[in-house]
Nanobody, 129 residues
Framework: VQLQASGGGLVQTGGSLRLSCAASGRTLSSYAMGWFRQAPGKEREFVAALTRNGARARYADSLEGRVTISIDSAKTTVYLQMNGLELEDTAVYYC???????????????????????WGQGTLVTVSS
């Protein structure tokens, strides 16, 4: 599957953005999904994960309550809604996917970069004061 992330941009502190990750080539019905981000000079870090059936989500502790991961009913696009953006949220955001037989369980390594096989190209989010 090929993933295309979009929706990044420049936003002021306290603002909101919704990132999208569109699949091409096939639907995401066989995949568990994740969002990661990489700030300048830092390692890529976990943001959010979604089970294959889209029913369960997990979030990085630092972002809990400010972000929501979801998938559309057609299983073609995954979203990351981000609210209350802070300067520290400035980063390139990546979506990722991993084939899994489990509908409702998180994959092992769901919060690790190594836990995913497919990656989008990233979309830049810049938060300004």
């Amino acid at each position: 599957v090929q993933l295309q992330a979009s929706g990044g941009g420049l936003v002021q502190t306290g603002g909101s953005l919704r990132l999208s990750c569109a699949a091409s080539g096939r639907t995401l019905s066989s995949y568990a999904m994740g969002w990661f981000r990489q700030a300048p000079g830092k390692e890529r870090e976990f943001v959010a994960a979604l089970t294959r059936n889209g029913a369960r989500a997990r979030y990085a502790d630092s972002l809990e309550g400010r972000v929501t991961i979801s998938i559309d009913s057609a299983k073609t696009t995954v979203y990351l809604q981000m609210n209350g953006l802070e300067l520290e949220d400035t980063a390139v955001y990546y979506c990722a996917a991993k084939i899994t037989p489990s509908m409702n369980m998180f994959t092992s390594g769901y919060s690790l970069v190594s836990g995913y096989s497919y990656w989008g190209q990233g979309t830049l989010v810049t938060v300004s004061s």
